[in-house]
């Protein structure tokens, strides 16, 4: 939800500028490094069997974010999983690996879906 009232904000600020007579240049930072896209690959390798096929029927971001959310409850929960989620980011940083094959898969992925949604929404 939070990505989705920052595309809403920032599309209107952009409009509202260009309605003023602004030069607007928009721009998305995309940003796929850090514990949200380490979260997202734990969540993936240990949750994903536990979706159902409707929901991975679904477009990419609903089933990844619900993913992300449900590991960020069982990390809550279960806080001795924090390093498992520290190694994945290591895993990322190294490159060339599962692991940060995987983030990218992930990563491509959602922006996709999100930005579905920004086109449905009329969000440039």
């Known amino acids: 939800m939070g990505t989705m009232r920052c595309a809403v904000l920032g599309d209107t600020v952009a409009n509202m500028a260009q309605h003023l007579s602004y030069e607007v240049e928009v721009q998305d930072y995309i940003n796929d490094l850090g514990r949200q896209s380490a979260r997202t690959v734990y969540a993936h390798?240990?949750?994903k069997q536990e979706l159902s096929e409707d929901e991975l029927?679904?477009?990419?971001?609903?089933?990844i974010?619900?993913?992300y959310s449900e590991?960020?409850?069982?990390?809550?929960?279960?806080?001795?999983?924090?390093?498992k989620v520290q190694k994945v980011i290591q895993e990322i940083?190294?490159?060339?690996?599962?692991?940060?094959?995987?983030?990218?898969?992930?990563?491509?992925?959602?922006?996709?879906g999100q930005l579905?949604?920004?086109y449905n929404t009329n969000i440039f």
């Open 45 to 47: 390798e240990n949750f």
């Open 57 to 63: 029927e679904k477009k990419n971001d609903f089933w």
């Open 65 to 67: 974010g619900k993913l």
């Open 71 to 83: 590991a960020g409850t069982h990390l809550e929960e279960n806080l001795e999983d924090e390093e």
């Open 93 to 112: 940083e190294e490159g060339d690996n599962h692991t940060s094959k995987l983030k990218d898969e992930m990563v491509e992925k959602s922006l996709k």
């Open 116 to 118: 579905q949604t920004a």
